[in-house]
Structure formats: structure tokens, C-alpha cells
């Protein structure tokens, strides 16, 4: 509205920024940045804290959206009072550049008076909302404090463990252990969970957008936080803060589950490692599965290990998961745990009832049900798996496998590696 009064030289200077920015933007876009300019206004992502999937983050982008408006306020506000100074005041011609400056104000206290209670206003309706956040999001509330569901998590770099300590689960016989699972947290839908956050190491921070966070996970302090998924549902989790490496691929799952379906898993998970039965039917089967895997060798260092059927239904992918395969090939999946032993990967992993006890890396019991792994980042299938098992280092810079890999002289050949694809796939 204000370009017909503009002197030409601004008009010229104007259409110049906006010539510039356009080439910018469309030589990015061309140069190949891969970049879906739909992506741009999307606010529903997997990771998105603005279409929330709980009462915690409700909250907390509740309190956001609040901050939002009041400080666009004041800027629409402060941005069209200083335009319209300028603008109105400006030099028009080259006489107005020397002309003597208008009389000045000094001061006026109705409107110092004013805008200082208009800035206590607006503190104030910042104040109360994060203050109450602040009580809320800190604990579950004191009426649903019965109903809590109780997890410890704990950071690695980089992955996390989830203990379930109220849940005891079978090694062999009468042995027991609390059931502990990798990158993957199960949880019972519209239930407050309070989870324990511990870390092994460094600082990692604990958040699930959709759900809540973020929580630090500090050495020798005993944090925690509490959420509740308000349906069943699969949600995005990751590492906020920076702790080596590969911190921007330490991610996790939360998993909600109705509660029946979710005392079910319980049960599943806390058997020992499953033994796959003889084979009957076709042996050529499970030979023409690997036969058309893609070669670990061919993927690029930053490919995306995650398919699209997986990112539209996640939840139907994780029930499928959860159902052995057709076909396995019993005496591959026999060579696999006989590697898996001879490897030393039990010197790192537990595979309850299969003689691994390590403690240090990722528990794999029931491995083969979670649908990620190398914490969140990459699809659990064959061809994935092996990507991983091949080089671990190139998926996941700096990891523990990799070292071990190196330190300890282990080196796996394309055999093995299939052989262990099907021992670890078939720990249903
Ligand atoms: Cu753990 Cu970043």
C-alpha cells in the first residue's frame, strides 16, 4: 500500500531484494537441496510439538501458542508504531534531508505509565499459564497418582535401555531378572507413566515430542518425568541434547498400547528368547529371501534406512512385527546363535535363556519384535540388519559395536553375517 508513495530509487532497491531472494530460493531448490517445499508449512511431522498426542505436551504447547500471540502482539504493535514514524516522517525530497527537526517531547506520563502497565500485563499473562504448566508437567497429579505406570530409562551413548521394574522376566527356569528392552518403550494408552531418567555416561535429554520433554538425563541425579499417550499410537523420540558423535541419531520409540494388548506384550516379553522349530515346508525359501537383499555395501552413508509403508501405518507395522516369520530356515538361524556366541556379541548383549548376559550394549531378547534398530534409526529387516552388522560405524559414527568390531579382531563374513541376520530376526 505504501509503494506508490515511494521515491523511484526505493521502489528500485525493493525490487531488487525481492529479485535476489527469488533467485536464492529457486537456485537452492534447483541446486538440488531435495527440499519438499511442503515440508515448509507442515506442522503435524512425527516430531511435531504442535499437534500433540498427550496431556504433557498439550500443555506445554498450550503455554507456547499463548507466548506466541502476546509476543506477536507486542510486535505488531511496536513494528506498525515504528513504521509508521518512518514513514511519515521521512525525508521526501533533498531539502527535508537539512530541514531543522520538529520540536521535541519530553516525555508524557500518561503514556510511560501506560506502556509500563501494559508490559506488567503482559507478564503477568505469560506468569500465571507457565507457572501452573510448571506444576502440572512436573508430576502426575495427585488424583491419578493409583494408576501410574512406573519405567526407568536410562542413556547410552547412543541408545536408550527401558526397564519395566515391577516386571519380572524369565532367564531360565525359576531365574529372574527385571524386563529390560532397547529403543523401543512400550507403554498402556491413557495411563500417566512416570519415567526414571538415569544416564550411563553423559548428559542425554529424554523427548518425545507429541508426548512430553524434554527432561535431562544427568549423571548422578535422579530425574524424572511423567506423560500419558491419550490413544494408542507409535511417537517419535529423540536425544535433545548434544552428547557426541552420534547424538543426532540417538533416537527411540514410544509405543502405546490399549491396556489389554499391552499386558499382552508384557507376558511375550518377559519369556526367555524364543528357539525356532525344526524345519518343515520349503527350504528354499528362506535362501530366496536373502538371495534379493540389497548389498550392504550399496548404501550411502546419511540413506534413509526407514520405508514409507512403515511412516504412514507405524503402529500396524509394529503388530506385524510382532509375529514370527513364515518360513525361517532353523538350521541358518542355529548357525546365527552359534556365531552370535563365537563373535563374543555376548559379551555385550543379553539374550535371556540363549547364555548372553552382557549388560553393556542394547538387551536382545526379543529383538526381532521392535521395529527399528541402532536406536530408532534404521527399519528392523534383513536388509537393514545386515547394513548395520556389516559396518555399524558407517551407519552410526563412533558407536561401541564398531570399536568393538576393531579392538577385538571380529570380523564377520558375508555368511556369518546372513547367519546372525536370521538368529537375531527370529528372537520374536
Ligand atoms: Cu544422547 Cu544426545
Known amino acids: ?55 504433557v505436551a498439550a500443555e506445554q504447547s498450550h503455554l507456547f501458542m499463548l507466548t506466541v500471540w502476546v509476543t506477536l502482539t507486542i510486535f505488531v504493535v511496536v513494528g506498525s508504531t515504528l513504521a509508521y514514524a518512518t514513514l511519515k516522517f521521512r525525508a521526501r525530497t533533498a531539502d527535508d534531508e537539512h530541514a531543522e527537526p520538529p520540536s521535541q517531547g519530553h516525555g508524557n506520563p500518561l503514556i510511560e505509565l501506560g506502556l509500563i502497565a501494559a508490559s506488567v500485563g503482559a507478564l503477568v499473562i505469560i506468569a500465571v499459564p507457565t507457572l501452573r504448566a510448571i506444576w502440572y508437567t512436573y508430576d502426575v497429579p ?77 549423571p548422578n541425579r535422579a530425574n524424572f518425568l511423567w506423560l500419558e499417550a491419550d490413544k494408542p499410537g507409535y511417537f517419535w523420540g529423540q536425544c535433545a541434547e548434544y552428547c557426541g558423535d552420534s547424538h543426532a541419531v540417538m533416537r527411540f520409540r514410544v509405543i502405546a498400547l490399549p491396556q489389554k494388548e499391552f499386558y499382552a506384550w508384557l507376558d511375550e516379553q518377559t519369556k526367555p528368547a524364543r528357539n525356532v522349530a525344526p524345519q518343515t515346508g520349503d527350504r528354499n525359501a528362506p535362501k530366496a529371501q536373502f538371495a534379493s537383499l540389497r548389498s550392504p555395501d550399496d548404501f550411502g552413508q546419511n540413506e534413509k534406512g526407514i520405508s514409507n509403508r512403515f511412516e504412514v501405518s507405524p503402529l500396524e507395522a509394529w503388530r506385524a512385527q510382532q509375529m514370527p ?70 551407519v552410526k559414527p563412533g558407536n561401541k559395536m564398531a570399536k568393538g568390531f576393531i579392538d577385538n579382531h571380529i570380523q564377520l563374513s558375508a555368511d556369518d553375517e546372513l547367519a546372525l541376520v536370521a538368529y537375531l530376526e527370529s528372537l520374536k
Open 325 to 394: 516369520d513364515k518360513g525361517e530356515d532353523a538350521a541358518l538361524v542355529a548357525k546365527g546363535k552359534a556365531t552370535f556366541q563365537a563373535k563374543t556379541c555376548l559379551a555385550c548383549h543379553t539374550v535371556r535363556g540363549h547364555g548372553a548376559a552382557g549388560v553393556t550394549a542394547p538387551d536382545l531378547t526379543h529383538f526381532g519384535a521392535r521395529t527399528t534398530l541402532a536406536a530408532g534409526l534404521l527399519e528392523n529387516n534383513p536388509e537393514q540388519l545386515r547394513r548395520w552388522i556389516h559396518n555399524p560405524g558407517a
Open 142 to 218: 495427585v488424583a491419578q497418582k493409583n494408576n501410574v505406570f512406573e519405567v526407568n530409562a536410562t542413556g547410552y551413548q547412543w541408545w536408550f535401555r527401558f526397564e519395566y521394574p515391577t516386571e519380572q522376566a524369565t532367564v531360565t527356569g525359576s531365574q529372574k531378572m527385571p524386563l529390560a528392552v532397547a529403543n523401543e518403550l512400550v507403554i498402556p494408552a491413557g495411563r500417566p507413566i512416570r519415567i526414571n531418567l538415569r544416564t550411563m555416561d553423559v548428559i542425554h535429554s529424554f523427548w518425545i515430542p507429541k508426548l512430553a520433554g524434554k527432561v535431562d538425563m544427568i
Open 1 to 55: 500500500m505504501f509503494m506508490h508513495r515511494m521515491l523511484p530509487t526505493a521502489r528500485a532497491d525493493a525490487a531488487r531484494w525481492i529479485r535476489a531472494a527469488v533467485a536464492i530460493i529457486s537456485s537452492a531448490l534447483i541446486a538440488g537441496c531435495k527440499l519438499d517445499v511442503t515440508e515448509l508449512w507442515r506442522i503435524d511431522g512425527h516430531q511435531s510439538t504442535l499437534v500433540t498426542a498427550g496431556p
